[in-house]
């Protein structure tokens, strides 16, 4: 069945570090990719997603870049904020009268300012 | 425009003990999932409906776990007999079909079954 890994457990960074954080998935086909945010005692919410190979996602000047050579999916940011503190899930999406999604375990990002 | 609304936002229980959550989703979203997240883990989907009809509930666990939404809008999921394995918090989200298909998730209903 499909699934999605995150290596990173936590990271710790400084503001204006680089971030990355690491997401690979297992699927067949083209899934959709998604990456959500998830700030303490809320949902998560929607940052961007790819659906086909190549495909570039952004928001908020985080990007990452749909590969389905390397099954990958990576978060980066050039700059981190104290603000952009907060658990960031990888998630693959199949379509079928809505979007069934499959979340990875998450990544918990603390910055310090 | 208001987000997803759900409630109660916590609830407390001793195990064999029933409890409903209730969702309302964003105005003309057609499509509404209930999500189960155990701490430190990601979203888990337990069901999802198009308008009224269920298209998944493979992860719904059937024995003790119900959800139905009967008029297209609001939705309700039940757990008939809760265990300390049910502690977790229960997310809604809604997306529309018309649009980009984006889910938008509720705060959440925090179960601590005892």
């Known amino acids: 069945g499909d699934s999605v890994t995150q290596t990173e457990g936590q990271v710790a960074l400084s503001e204006e570090d680089f971030l990355t954080i690491h997401c690979n998935y297992s699927a067949s086909g083209y899934p959709a990719l998604f990456w959500y945010v998830q700030y303490p005692g809320e949902g998560p919410q929607f940052l961007f997603r790819a659906s086909r190979d190549k495909e570039k996602g952004s928001s908020r000047g985080f990007e990452a870049t749909y590969d389905k050579g390397t099954t990958s999916f990576h978060l980066r940011k050039a700059s981190v904020q104290e603000s952009d503190s907060a658990v960031y899930y990888c998630a693959l999406g199949r379509s079928n009268m809505g979007y069934k999604l499959t979340f990875g375990t998450g990544t918990s990002l603390l910055v310090d300012p | 425009e208001a987000g997803v609304t759900q409630s109660p936002r916590y609830a407390v229980l001793q195990e064999g003990q029933a409890v409903s959550f209730w969702c309302d989703p964003i105005?003309?979203?057609?499509?509404l999932y209930w999500y189960q997240q155990p701490r430190d883990q990601g979203p888990q989907l337990l069901v999802y409906?198009?308008?009224?009809?269920?298209?998944?509930n493979s992860q719904l666990p059937s024995d003790r776990f119900s959800a139905v939404r009967p008029k297209g809008t609001n939705s309700t999921l039940k757990i008939q007999s809760a265990k300390q394995g049910d502690t977790a918090t229960y997310l809604c989200?809604?997306?529309?079909?018309?649009?980009?298909?984006?889910?938008?998730f509720g705060p959440g209903t925090r179960l601590t079954v005892l």
């Open positions: 409906f198009r308008d009224e009809a269920v298209i998944d």
């Open positions: 105005s003309g979203h057609d499509t």
């Open positions: 989200a809604s997306s529309s079909t018309g649009g980009a298909l984006e889910q938008y």
